[in-house]
């Protein structure tokens, strides 16, 4: 089992472009959560995705969107970037709502996004 | 509100001696609170979770309701050790976690 894969590793954008991330979860994981992580910070949750739909977000402008397809795979879509948005972006993926809690996060390597 | 803080930013400790990194919380509920460790070129993974009270590689965490608080312990510390410590904390049964801006950990021989 490979884990949480995401695509890219590294990118580059201009401000004003558009991006689109990708992440795999782990086998028989159902729920996928972003996350970003600016410099020298923690993590902060982006939202969270089950089921195809978004189930809760965190404080993120809607220039942050996501998706989930049925295959439980997610994208991450961030339009009219700006050099704020340049940061680590982690992908975590867990049995949520359909399984028992185990309160376990497993994360991805992360894609990191440079805004110039 | 949740959220987490983590005071120190940097540790240094000599091998064999003890480690403590510090966490402090705000939730207005009975969270879940957990501790994540990145180690040097690996991705970020569960150490511990309270509801557990287990210890992992020597590590425990006591959750002190009182002071909201739930700092990591270690008696006697390895080089291994040393990686990037994150505090979390969750609502029960929910997977939003909100992180702490993290501790490194430097072991010294």
């Known amino acids: 089992d490979a884990g949480v894969t995401q695509s890219p590793t590294h990118l580059i954008k201009t401000r004003g472009q558009q991006v689109t991330l990708r992440c795999s979860p782990k086998?028989?994981?159902?729920?996928v959560s972003w996350y970003q992580q600016a410099l020298g910070q923690g993590p902060q949750f982006i939202f969270q995705?089950?089921?195809?739909?978004?189930?809760q977000r965190g404080n993120f402008p809607d220039r942050f969107s996501g998706h989930q397809f049925p295959n439980y795979s997610s994208e991450l879509n961030v339009n009219a970037l700006w050099l704020g948005d340049s940061a680590l972006y982690l992908c975590?993926?867990?049995?949520?709502?359909?399984?028992?809690?185990?309160?376990?996060?497993?994360f991805g390597e992360g894609s990191r996004l440079t805004v110039l | 509100a949740q959220r987490v803080t983590q005071p120190e930013k940097l540790l240094s400790v000599f091998k064999g001696a003890p480690v403590e990194l510090k966490c402090n919380y705000s939730?207005?509920?009975?969270?879940?609170l957990f501790w994540y460790v990145q180690y040097s070129r690996q991705r970020l993974q569960l150490l511990l979770r309270?509801?557990s009270r287990e210890s992992i590689k020597g590590f425990t965490a006591d959750l002190n309701k009182g002071e909201t608080s739930f700092h990591l312990k270690k008696p006697f510390a390895q080089e291994e050790d040393s990686a990037m410590y994150y505090c979390?904390?969750?609502?029960?049964?929910?997977?939003?976690?909100?992180f702490g801006a993290g501790t490194t950990v430097t072991v010294r021989a």
């Open positions: 975590a993926s867990s049995l949520g709502y359909s399984g028992s809690y185990s309160g376990e996060l497993f």
């Open positions: 086998s028989g994981h159902d729920t």
């Open positions: 995705y089950y089921e195809e739909e978004e189930r």
């Open positions: 939730y207005s509920g009975s969270p879940e």
């Open positions: 309270h509801i």
């Open positions: 979390a904390l969750s609502p029960r049964n929910d997977y939003k976690l909100s």
